[in-house]
């Protein structure tokens, strides 16, 4: 270290602009706190430039164009096919050409100084970004994010796999896609490219595609992608990879199988971004898999001044509870009273298939694990006046969750063409704890499609 | 009467088998009592034949189709016109062509007895339809529910308007369509021939259409008709109405202008339908403009044996009420202690135009009329992230108005397209009365439009 370096002093120092930094930074400085933001790829983080936003700008058009079909009236006045390349476009202004300058005066507005670079702790509260060495009066915030994990498959590394970061952003259709790993990533770029036209078949381990989820959805979103003309290989297991010659790809799985791509995405799960930190230097260390433990106030071990947000601390691995916990944490180190309870029991989360898939809380093998006295009531998302009008007769079954002894709803899950809207109704009813007595004085409006929670509530007794 | 006319004797006799009676029916009939359900025209009712049904399957398609327009890669697939043919076709299939038969079977399990006919109380408790004189042991429920009012203007009657009846099934698209009325039905059926390739031209004696709800609503719904082409004339009052020789009908205005058409649609409000039932025989009366009064278990008059559900009652004048009163009616007939809370302060309701508004609860103007501490937040409906996949570049707002005293929401307005599904949260929000500082930790699912709720309760001061 530089005996001569100058230490600039910050109130708070956060590493990494990705969604909960920026958040977390932003709502800090609009409090008139000295901010410094640290990023070293692209302000704006995985999520703007190679993930949700991307991602939802190559699924929409087919999404859209599949729920034309299931319009008469509509229907007949679509003739073309989805262009591919237009849709390429729109991603691409989506993601801005992955040029990070449009979200710079957002930060200059709020006085937020930026620097780009990797950060490294040289010490408690201490941070170096280069030539620049740093020093925090408050606290420093880690919302460093994670990146895809490559499994240690045999050839996997060197067959130059996609990552999300790829599957993305690519400027072309590979003719055939391999999808390794049927989690959400998975599954979604898996709808994404065959509604661009690519022959994708999807390799996953455990028995079922969104293993995490209601047993259901894992069933109805699987026939989505079947009749969308995606190749499900669930129970399969991958044993090598390689790139030949000409550039394709080959996927050997357990048993000898080998399945040929243009292509192959691997997306079986997500590593956080602490190695370079040199975190021993600020007394901490990561926990489980390198992510950063942290309490219902988002600190670090404990500590009085570390704090991790986003997908870096392993809680959550979503964008919208990363800003959450960006704004609870901002919030402590303001020196208000705060504690993070809008991610326990299952954050809400959508997957953008055709169909979708709208979840939030406890599955129903997840409140039984817990000891809860779980009844789950069971209807057709389609089995109401307005799912006349909107995402006609395509199957899917909406779930409640309820906790028996407290008679509040600890657990929702929907499955239906575009449900994402109908998710947060679900959402305050388990966070606030909303008694089902109470429930069923709030009337869903007629023809909407919000009528499941009138099946749902009669349905369990109500 | 004549002496030897037998009377049959059921538990409940419920008039009118419109959904807010149908519900009530069954839901008695489930719990094993004898019901009568008595109806004179359609088994299904309004709702179901000549509103919200045969509206909605005009509107879809078109809504659908400017969805389209605003997502690039799918407007691209998009070459002919809406088919108003195939539209019509399909309304025809919605509404079952008019006949109500498909509704039989769900009586028939039910138990339920039907009788079609007029019916008209002869005493209390005891009901003629036609030749038959039945008596209720327990109950008689009034649901009949309203009709188009014809307001009295010099030659109106006589110019054959249409009302929502000829409105939602015609058979064919009148070139020049003219619209009395800028309410809810007025606007939606403007909306829905505009999009089938009517000239339209909207008359309301008010400064702005939906005048009950929000300004912004007017003016933003005024914009999106404006856009597709429907005139609107508000401040505009009709002096007189006349159907000429070729059949087109003529609207003066006052001040002396005429409006001419192929049609005019009357759609000023709505009367109840009490007038053949007799009521004084069973010693009750009808109240202000017709309407049977009704307290929170849903009896009239402080009766122990007659209810009035729906329209009827003027409570409520929306399907989804009806529905919920025949719920809470059934239940208090069955013996249970319930009170109808969830049409206090404002149903949830939904206006399908493009954009669409979803409300629930008071406007602004209305808390502060009932003297509530009520602030405004409003943000832009098409401020976050999942605006940029639906509903892109439309503009609309986002209002929440907070009761200050019991930081509680008391009512929720959002305009913009298709924000029908999102307003059930809002609903919840407001009938179970959850604090701001609980509705915090509900975290909306990015990148989804529900985020407008984050950005309404950060710009409230969370």
């Not at 036209?197 to 989505?224: C, D, H, K, M």
């Not at 309820?402 to 809207?421: C, K, L, T, Y």
């Amino acid at each position: 270290m530089l005996g001569v370096m100058e230490e600039r002093e910050f109130d708070v120092i956060v590493i990494g602009a990705g969604p909960a930094g920026e958040v977390c930074a932003g709502r800090l400085a609009e409090r008139e706190l000295e901010v410094a933001l640290v990023e070293q790829h692209l302000v704006g983080g995985e999520c703007s430039f190679y993930a949700c936003m991307p991602s939802k700008a190559l699924l929409r058009p087919g999404e859209l164009l599949a729920e034309v079909a299931r319009v008469p009236g509509a229907r007949e006045t679509v003739s073309g096919e989805l262009d591919a390349q237009v849709v390429l476009r729109r991603r691409d202004e989506v993601i801005h050409g992955r040029d990070d300058s449009g979200q710079l005066p957002w930060l200059e507005e709020r006085g937020i100084e930026l620097f780009r670079g990797q950060a490294a702790f040289e010490a408690e509260r201490s941070v170096r970004v280069g030539s620049e060495l740093m020093r925090a009066r408050r606290a420093v915030v880690v919302a460093t994010g994670t990146a895809a994990a490559i499994p240690p498959i045999d050839g996997l590394g060197e067959a130059r796999p996609w990552t999300n970061r790829e599957a993305t952003t690519a400027a072309e259709v590979p003719e055939r896609l391999l999808v390794l790993g049927g989690g959400v990533v998975g599954v979604e770029l898996a709808q994404a490219w065959s509604s661009l036209g690519s022959s994708v078949t999807v390799v996953e381990a455990e028995e079922r595609i969104l293993f995490n989820e209601e047993p259901f959805a894992s069933a109805e979103i699987s026939a989505g992608l079947d009749r969308a003309g995606v190749e499900l290989r669930t129970g399969a297991r991958a044993a090598g990879a390689s790139r030949g010659e000409g550039g394709r790809v080959s996927l050997e799985l357990e048993g000898g199988e080998r399945l040929r791509g243009d292509e192959l995405l691997v997306a079986v799960g997500r590593r956080p971004r602490t190695e370079e930190l040199f975190l021993e230097r600020a007394g901490a260390e990561a926990g489980a898999a390198g992510y950063l433990e942290v309490d219902d106030q988002l600190r670090v071990g404990g500590s009085d001044w570390l704090y991790a947000i986003g997908d870096v601390n392993g809680r959550s691995l979503l964008t919208h509870m990363g800003k959450y916990q960006a704004r609870i944490a901002a919030d402590h180190i303001l020196g208000e009273d705060v504690t993070a309870t809008g991610d326990k029991g299952g954050s809400p989360r959508v997957v953008f298939t055709d169909p979708q898939l709208a979840a939030v809380g406890l599955t129903l093998a997840k409140a039984q694990e817990q000891g809860i006295e779980a009844r789950a009531v069971d209807v057709s998302t389609a089995g109401n006046a307005g799912a006349s009008f909107h995402g006609r007769d395509m199957p899917g079954t909406s779930r409640i969750v309820v906790d028996e002894q407290r008679h509040v709803i600890v657990g929702a899950s929907f499955v239906g063409p575009e449900v994402a809207e109908s998710l947060h109704a679900a959402t305050i009813a388990v966070v606030a704890e909303v008694p089902l007595e109470r429930l069923w004085h709030a009337v869903p409006a007629f023809p909407t499609r919000n009528e499941v929670w009138l099946k749902l509530l009669e349905t369990y007794g109500l």
